[in-house]
């Protein structure tokens, strides 16, 4: 088998190390990522995949390769760029309503146009979709010029004369005509806005057929694409999370689905998760609810309208769905007695909901597509949830929006993290071109060197609302990567003005050196020190569990064992079980405290010599 594009071969008759995988969002960016992952599973098996946005695109068509990667999948999967380097840009198809404003985007996106010509070909096709309006404004605007120039000058009674009063009548038609042309497009404007909040707030939803395109959209291609690399009929059921988990894998979790309100011991969350042969996350953001979610989603709060979905997906994803989930039942709020039906049917078609399929059951497209919901150019997704923050009497069931996992973190490195890892997971990080450094890809060396964030000026009103809105979706990513014992294992592609990005018409050559730049990006990994690394990520670990110990202990000193002792076997809220239980973790707990003394009473060894800098913090957060 031939390797990613003629480099080396993909090995599927041989053990491999494992490594997991994590790739940034950027739109068109992702033609970077097949040839990185194909590189990269020359040397690894690939684990564990995640994105955002157009990274969970490529994690995707990775998850299938892998998968499939006994049947050529990696050799299908490094064919995409090629396959893309002429049909990019038709896999983004508007539906009728926001065709308008799609064409508009486009062409003020051509690549090789200048400005000026951007601008005669947007303010054309305005003017075009607003005829009426604009030759009406005109008019309108014209007249009383007309009107005055005829006072001013009397009626013509020649042809002179009349060329006179119509020369004069001209000096007011370039007011005129920035006039008119203002009020084409706040009415273009209008309609942009109306169009785009039916179609879920994107021009393109990626299931919608642009009849002239004469191609798949962008979904509808990726679903058939998923099953072609994972050597699965592109007419049958698509490819599922469980597929990739494998069985063994989905017996746990489906024994630990059917505890139901058991507990379920660490041990056994722990087993079931190593069991899986290959796991997808996603990122995605729930701007219903404010907050980022990973995909598959832990809590089962949410549901789908199967008519909603269509509009979104193919027929057998929204089958898949249908037929792996239950419709829900109106549901019973009560409250001193007093009882409220929930209705929990589809506002827009009058029909149940059904509760999102176990993860197992859910199709691998799903999650590239609620993290690839490029805010305005690509859809959101909609979801239902019961919206249980409003007062008694007013709870009802509501439509949530998925968009961008890019919005709230476009480059996930903590996905699959731990304190001790089992093995490297690789991030490809995608950034402009560096302002004293010629090289297009790069990698830190050590998992100790130094890596500062890049510097952004701001010279501008413009680069500094910029600053504020890049500062908001990316700080914890960009803080992240400054850490030791994550910049070592991330590779930076640096693209040039023109690739990547919006840019959707990228020429066929750009495109191929973008794929083949992804390559050379992974192929920095091929010395990385996985030994150098994990002594990295103990020393990190082991100094901030000492701070935590410590501050633990002080307040264990300071009152908080007396009042564990007397409190714990008294409370009647979240209980560890009887007395012999309760007994065992407060023991524990004392154990753990001695720990910390005796870590104080040696000096703090974790936190001598040269600790890795800058240091974390280990804290509780809420989980995505």
């Known amino acids: ?56 695109i490529a994690a995707v068509l990775a998850a299938a390769a892998e998968h499939g990667r006994g049947s050529g999948g990696f050799d299908k999967l490094n064919r995409i760029p090629d396959e893309l380097g002429s049909t990019l840009a038709d896999l983004f198809q508007p539906s009728a309503a926001t065709k308008p404003t799609f064409t508009v985007l486009t062409a003020w996106l051509e690549p090789g146009w200048s400005v000026r010509r951007k601008g005669r070909r947007v303010w054309g096709l305005i003017v075009r979709e607003t005829a009426g309006i604009f030759a009406g404004t005109l008019a309108l605007l014209l007249l009383p010029a007309i009107i005055i120039t005829l006072i001013s000058r009397g009626r013509p009674s020649g042809l002179g004369d009349w060329l006179g009063t119509a020369i004069s009548g001209l000096v007011w038609l370039p007011l005129a005509l920035i006039l008119a042309t203002a009020v084409s497009v706040v009415v273009f404007g209008r309609r942009a806005l109306a169009a785009l909040e039916k179609n879920g707030y994107g021009l393109c939803d990626g299931h919608s057929r642009d009849p002239k395109v004469g191609k798949p959209p962008l979904t509808d291609w990726l679903t058939d694409k998923i099953d072609e690399i994972a050597a699965r009929p592109t007419d049958g059921p698509p490819l599922t999370l469980g597929d990739l988990w494998g069985q063994r894998a989905v017996e746990l979790e489906q024994a630990i689905v059917a ?13 079931a998760r190593e069991a899986r042969l290959l796991e997808l996350e996603v990122m995605t953001t729930n701007l219903t609810l404010r907050r980022p979610y990973r995909f598959p989603f832990t809590d089962r709060i949410f549901y789908f309208c199967q008519d909603r979905l269509r509009d979104y997906f193919p027929d057998r994803v929204v089958e898949q769905l249908v037929k792996r989930s239950t419709a829900a039942e109106d549901r019973i709020d009560s409250r001193e007695g007093v009882e409220v039906t929930i209705s929990m049917r ?54 949530v929006w998925f968009s961008d996992g890019g919005i709230s973190s476009n480059f996930p490195m903590h996905f699959f993290d731990s304190l001790w890892p089992a093995r490297p997971t690789f991030g490809i990080n995608l950034s402009p071109p560096h302002p004293d450094l010629p090289g297009l890809v790069w990698r830190a060396s050590r998992a100790a060197s130094g890596v500062l964030p890049p510097v952004q000026p701001v010279t501008s ?29 991330v590779a930076v592609v640096r693209q040039k003005d023109g690739e990547g990005g919006m840019n959707l018409k990228m020429e066929p050559e750009v495109i191929k050196e973008l794929a083949d730049r992804g390559a050379e990006a992974a192929a920095l990994f091929d010395d990385f020190d996985f030994d150098d690394h994990r002594w990295t990520r103990y020393r990190v670990a082991m100094s901030e569990i000492d701070e935590v110990l410590t501050g633990m202990n002080a307040r264990y000193a300071d009152g908080y064992e007396a009042f564990l002792k007397e409190h714990g076997p008294a409370t009647g809220r979240y209980k560890i079980g009887g007395a012999a239980r309760t007994a065992a973790e407060l023991a524990l707990t004392d154990l753990l405290m001695r720990q910390a003394k005796s870590s104080a009473a040696q000096d703090h060894p974790a936190g001598a010599g040269d600790v890795p800098h800058p240091r974390p913090a280990v804290r509780l957060v809420p989980r995505q």
């Open 1 to 56: 088998m031939t390797g990613p594009g003629g480099s080396g071969q993909v090995a599927h008759d041989r053990v491999l190390p494992d490594c997991d995988v994590i790739m940034k969002g950027g739109i068109s960016s992702g033609i970077v990522y097949p040839r990185a992952v194909c590189r990269l599973a020359e040397r690894y098996r690939l684990r564990r995949l995640g994105g955002a946005s157009a990274g969970a």
């Open 259 to 271: 505890k139901g309100a058991g507990r379920v011991l660490p041990e056994e969350r722990l087993a």
């Open 346 to 399: 589809c506002p827009c078609h009058q029909q149940p909901v059904r509760r999102l399929p176990e993860a197992w059951d859910l199709p691998v497209v799903v999650a590239a597509r609620i993290s690839l919901s490029f805010p305005g150019l690509i859809s959101a997704v909609p979801l239902f949830c019961v919206d249980w923050s409003r007062a008694f009497g007013k709870r009802g069931l509501v439509e």
């Open 461 to 489: 009103m413009t680069s500094f609302l910029t600053a504020i809105v890049r500062t908001m979706q990316n700080w914890m990513d960009t803080t992240q990567l400054t850490l030791p014992g994550f910049r070592d294992r």
